[in-house]
């Protein structure tokens, strides 16, 4: 089993079928009576010829080579890897959600309009804005919805100079890749050593052509600003806006508010804080919240409601920026993350975002002695480590995550945030026991320690799992990106 | 104690102790007083799995689905057969559960149906190489677009409105931010007005984009359109596609095509009121090291095992950071597996069975529909399984006695075509039986 | 780190080698080493008019790419196509493999680059 190495296409024989289709009861016309034979193919499609249980037995099989949050512990830092709760699944697969079309007229489609009401207003409660847009299907579309959101406050206001974004340099990689997609310049302003911003390099940063700064708090290095005030004064003082950047929101839920810390525009990440599953790479969210000052330039439609109680879609805002995504958003990541917070309630995000964070202070407690710590704070949701304390050895962030692969667990993020050398960035949650953890800490003290005593054994992990170190400069140099036969 | 947290109290002390701390609020000390929240968050308390369904339920039984009615409905999300399996496997919790495949070791099952997915999507369009997927359909067309743009140097993008309309609008508010110009070529009798297009090309054009199907349903010349935009210097012809339709089409490999995107979700993906779906991006060759969002590679292990890897990560946001040229981040993972799901269980004569009979049977309805003369044919074209009627009556008197008959009837065209006043857009699918075909007949017949 | 003599030097690391009205451009062995292995080098096209600071290529590494900005004006005349069928070229020989030929359209620029000797002084104090 752990040996299976075939790809679908070489399971593949003529004549075999997967499918079962009720046979055709209209008049059986010759395809070429019905369209020109000019714009009809005479190729043969180029796909497999399995059946069903090759299927199922294939992708069961593939299945096997993966490692799931339900597989075991997943610190991955930034990417809150939370339980995925099963209800979540089965209320998305109800009839009435799953098989409804997006053009069905509104008095069909108001059960799912409601739950989007509902989402909208705890979202709004959580981050403290007046209203939020479900329509981005990811963070990355999220950050560049709220900086159009951000760019078209500026246009009305006649304000066209202001043509730069100020991200620090700890920041995600989309910021700056999504500043540049909404037109925008960017200026990078260095952190402390702390990883926290340099409110004098922010102060000689700002000035007329100033349209916004993105920022997150907790930053990416864990850590709280307690600046976050004062460069909110700084950047609403030059004429600016603030997005927050809502990647860390686990680490703050039922404590603080985005806008009450003085951020015009927030996005979250259902797929991180509200338990949505990554999919293995998607589909996510990322909704986007703003102060009222902002709600004219949300994409439309909004779901509004009427004074009968009913709900509808709402394309009334002659200053929306337009559409960003086909539809309303993503619905059944949507319903998903709804589920959660309606699960949670007040009380359990609160919950959620303590243990969270305990978690994280306990492994940094745990691990301090072993692994150099560039910042010893509180921290918030993550830890973020700089390789380990002791570099004779020459063991790598990468040698100890590739040798946590054969202690079974999936590693941390490594070499993000930039700022940090070596960087290891472990983010626990909340759905973590004390005795997960436990197991965790003792097994990275114990690469510690062989990273002392052995090296070698570290530096040439992993050693038990199905592939190891697979080649990327070879897949980069010689692209192949399909089965050619 | 709450179902998805396992610290009980003695574990929450213990850890306290070892930080050194007395309470958790403690770990909250550094959120300074004026902005830390002294009260609840204004949501209600937590409540027990079963009143959640219950909740939950009632809410999905206020909605109609296509399930409880006789479907219509289509203007890009089709209501297709989803086979038993696709669920049976993106239901395995090792696929659902995982993050994007950052550590090849224990990610081959995602690395290899991406790779799988990349092979059926660039087979399915006859391209040279596809990517692991973008956010949707219209999305897919703006990414495209706005890599035609980095391509070519050049900043004019000219779309047909024969092109989804919302998807123009994404376009538009994305064009927007960059400065980019977008140019509306109009389409005539129902297809791409060609020598509209043929005056607008200049040696300006980044992209000219069309969309086969196209909204009405009309089949475009794709090969006349495409020569016609390579007549602009390093002009991209960009092509959106009905996944389902290549199946018996010409493919956009065939028609000198440069970009060919689309929306997956008639793969085996759910209506779920608009989302999520699945953006598709076939290219030619020379687009490879520009193309926004996720690419699998095939490569060699350590011990020379075949693996996979995500690759070209030089194009992508995380390394290029401002100089990128999309900040896609991640791909439609789930959604892209129950494509490849759909695409390997249908295989080689499935899918074109599912398209021959979506054909057979949209072009039985038409002739039914037609026949007494009270519904007339919008356009006398060529259509796949998708066309427009138009009559006497308002689209929404129609459809509201459709509705009264179970009936979800066709798109409203004259809400972004105001000169296709009373016009509906019907689909058919291989769902549709003649049975409810000819009972939409019966009940549009009927209608005052 | 070698630094070839004779050329002249950016301080972005790329070279230039003049010869009578042209010139031919391509990054120094610091450059190369920082990148680590290259796996892709993005060519423009010949007859590109380049003002002096233009980006005209990129390299790509499996974990960074960087853009390679022209020190001087000029016009594309040739590019060099073995590197598009093997890009390690740049990681063997950085001097012998240059990546575009111009024609000078301002050699005014020339004066303003380093000599191999000030770019030695330039990379020790970098380092």
Not at chain 1, 280 to 298: A, I, M, N, Q, W
Request: negative net charge; hydrophobic residues 35%.
């Amino acid at each position: 089993m752990k040996n299976y190495d075939k790809l679908i296409f070489e399971l593949s024989k003529p004549g075999r079928k997967a499918y079962n289709l009720p046979a055709l009861d209209v008049e059986d016309k010759a395809l070429e009576s019905l369209i020109p034979a000019e714009y009809l193919t005479d190729k043969e499609l180029n796909f497999p010829e399995v059946s069903e249980v090759d299927v199922i037995r294939h992708y069961t099989n593939l299945s096997d080579k993966n490692y799931g949050l339900d597989t075991g512990f997943y610190p991955l830092g930034s990417c809150t890897m939370k339980y995925n709760p099963k209800i979540n699944e089965d209320v998305v697969k109800y009839d009435g959600f799953a098989n409804v079309h997006p053009y069905q007229s509104e008095c069909c489609v108001q059960g799912s309009l409601e739950v989007m009401y509902g989402l909208e207003k705890s979202l709004a409660e959580i981050g403290g804005m007046d209203r939020v847009t479900l329509q981005p299907a990811a963070g990355a579309h999220g950050e560049i919805t709220g900086i159009m959101l951000i760019k078209a406050y500026h246009e009305k206001n006649g304000d066209f100079k202001r043509n730069k974004i100020i991200v620090p340099d700890s920041a995600h990689g989309t910021n700056p890749a999504t500043a540049t997609m909404a037109g925008y310049e960017i200026i990078e302003i260095k952190s402390t050593e702390n990883g926290l911003v340099d409110l004098e390099a922010l102060k000689a940063a700002v000035g007329e052509d100033t349209a916004g700064l993105m920022l997150t708090n907790p930053n990416t290095v864990g850590i709280y600003d307690r600046g976050v005030k004062e460069i909110s004064r700084i950047v609403h003082e030059a004429g600016g806006l603030l997005y927050y950047d809502g990647a860390n929101t686990n680490a703050i839920m039922g404590h603080a508010r985005p806008g009450d810390m003085g951020f015009d525009v927030v996005h979250f990440n259902l797929h991180k804080t509200f338990s949505t599953p990554h999919g293995g790479g998607g589909p996510g969210s990322g909704p986007v919240g703003c102060k009222d000052f902002l709600v004219e330039f949300l994409p439309v439609p909004m779901v509004g409601k009427k004074e009968d109680n009913t709900f509808f879609l709402d394309y009334n805002f002659p200053n929306s920026i337009g559409k960003v995504k086909d539809f309303y958003g993503h619905f059944g990541i949507l319903l998903r993350a709804y589920t959660y917070i309606l699960t949670m309630g007040s009380d359990g995000l609160k919950k959620a975002t303590e243990m969270a964070v305990l978690n994280a202070n306990y492994i940094k407690e745990k691990l301090k002695d072993y692994y150099y710590l560039p910042i010893d704070n509180i921290v918030k949701h993550e830890v973020v480590f700089g390789g380990l304390k002791d570099t004779l050895s020459e063991v790598t962030t990468l040698d100890i995550a590739k040798r946590l692969l054969d202690k079974g667990y999936h590693p941390p993020t490594i070499y993000f945030p930039l700022i940090i050398h070596e960087a290891l960035m472990i983010e626990p949650t909340e759905s973590e026991s004390k005795e997960t953890i436990d197991a965790f800490i003792d097994a990275m003290i114990e690469i510690a320690k062989e990273a002392k005593e052995n090296p070698e054994l570290v530096k040439s992990a992993p050693n038990n799992t199905l592939v190891r170190r697979p080649d990327e400069t070879k897949a980069a140099k010689n692209p192949i990106l399909k089965y050619e036969g | 104690m709450y179902p998805y947290i396992p610290n009980t109290p003695q574990d929450e002390k213990e850890m306290l102790q070892a930080i050194g701390l007395d309470s958790v609020d403690q770990l909250f000390d550094d959120i300074p007083k004026d902005v830390h929240l002294t009260k609840p968050l204004n949501i209600p308390e937590s409540k027990s799995e079963l009143e959640v369904t219950n909740y939950l339920s009632s809410l999905a039984n206020k909605n109609c689905s296509v399930s409880e009615m006789t479907n219509f409905l289509g203007a890009g999300a089709y209501d297709h057969y989803i086979p038993s399996v696709i669920n049976a496997i993106t239901s395995r919790s090792e696929f659902y559960t995982s993050y994007t495949p950052y550590q090849p070791e224990i990610s081959q099952g995602t690395l290899q149906y991406i790779f799988e997915y990349q092979t059926l999507i660039a087979n399915l369009t006859g391209m040279d190489l596809a990517n692991a997927s973008l956010y949707d359909g219209g999305t897919a067309i703006t990414e495209a677009a706005l890599m035609a743009c980095a391509h070519s140097k050049k900043d004019e993008i000219i779309v047909s409105t024969g092109v989804k309309p919302e998807a123009r609008q994404i376009l538009k508010t994305y064009a927007h931010q960059q400065h980019l110009k977008v140019v509306e070529v109009e389409t005539k009798d129902g297809v791409t007005d060609a020598q509209a297009l043929e005056a607008l090309v200049s040696d300006n054009t980044a992209a000219v984009i069309v969309q086969n199907p196209n909204f009405f349903g009309v089949l475009e010349d794709l090969k006349g359109l495409g020569e016609i935009a390579h007549k602009g210097k390093k002009t991209s012809f960009v092509a959106s596609v009905n996944p389902i339709s290549l199946a018996i089409l010409k493919k956009p490999g065939e028609l000198d095509v440069d970009i060919v995107v689309g929306d997956g979700q008639p793969l085996g993906i759910p209506l779920q009121f608009g989302g999520p779906y699945l953006g598709f991006m076939a290219t030619k060759k020379d687009y490879m090291r520009k193309l926004p969002g996720r690419i699998i590679g095939e490569t060699t292990d350590l011990d020379g095992k075949r693996s996979f890897v995500l690759t070209l990560a030089a194009r992508e946001q995380h390394i290029r950071r401002e100089k990128a040229t999309s900040n896609i981040c991640s791909n439609q993972g789930l959604n892209a597996l129950a494509a490849t799901v759909y695409m390997v269980t249908m295989g080689k004569e499935g899918l074109k069975e599912v398209a021959t009979q979506c054909a057979k049977k949209a072009h039985y309805a038409f002739n039914e529909l037609t026949k007494s003369g009270k519904y007339k044919p919008l356009f006398d074209k060529p259509f796949f399984m998708e066309f427009a009627l138009t009559s006497e009556t308002s689209v929404e008197k129609v459809n509201n006695a459709l509705l009264d008959a179970k009936i979800i009837g066709g798109y409203d065209l004259g809400k972004d075509y105001p000169q296709y006043k009373n016009a509906s857009l019907y689909a058919i699918t291989e769902k549709r039986t003649k049975e409810e075909i000819d009972k939409l007949c019966e009940v549009l017949e009927g209608v005052k | 780190m070698k630094v070839e003599k004779g050329l002249l030097y950016s301080n972005d690391h790329e070279w230039v080698k003049v010869e009578g009205e042209e010139a031919y451009i391509g990054i120094s062995d610091y450059a190369q080493d920082h990148l680590g292995d290259i796996v892709y080098v993005e060519l423009p096209d010949v007859d590109d008019e380049l003002a002096k600071e233009d980006s005209f290529s990129a390299v790509e590494s499996v974990k960074a790419a960087a853009d390679v900005y022209i020190p001087v004006s000029g016009k594309v005349v040739a590019v060099n196509e073995a590197l598009e069928d093997d890009p390690a070229l740049l990681n063997a020989d950085p001097y012998a493999n240059w990546i575009i030929k111009v024609a000078l359209t301002n050699k005014a620029d020339l004066d303003e680059l380093m000599t191999s000797e000030d770019y030695e002084k330039f990379l020790a104090e970098e380092a």
